[in-house]
């Protein structure tokens, strides 16, 4: 359990830099290993890829999939995982064949 002072603004689950960083752990997890995460002015923002940026603000995950904007709740990182592992694709496994 997370001990939490009295006066924050914000519980953990719902700080940005917490919830982009829940949904790296979930992606690394997944094989996306080369990632960068930034944070500051109540948003987070985490780049995956060349192709995908995901912003963390008010409450939600945002990202772009073929010019269409998709949000998701930033208290279900795994879940925001699931929906861009379907849209992008993992990064490649090395193989052992040499």
Known sequence: MLAVRAGTPYL??????EATRSLRYALHRQGFTHTY???GNGMSVLSV???????CKNGSFVWSE???V???PS????????LILRHHRM????SDDG
Not at 12 to 17: A, I, K, Q, T, V
């Open 91 to 94: 990064p490649e496994q090395q």
């Open 12 to 17: 953990p689950w719902r700080d940005p830099g």
């Open 37 to 39: 995460q930034s944070n």
């Open 49 to 55: 890829s060349t192709e995908l940026t995901v912003w």
């Open 75 to 82: 208290d279900d990182p795994d879940g925001a995982a699931r």
């Open 66 to 68: 073929r010019d269409v």
């Open 70 to 72: 998709v949000t998701h």
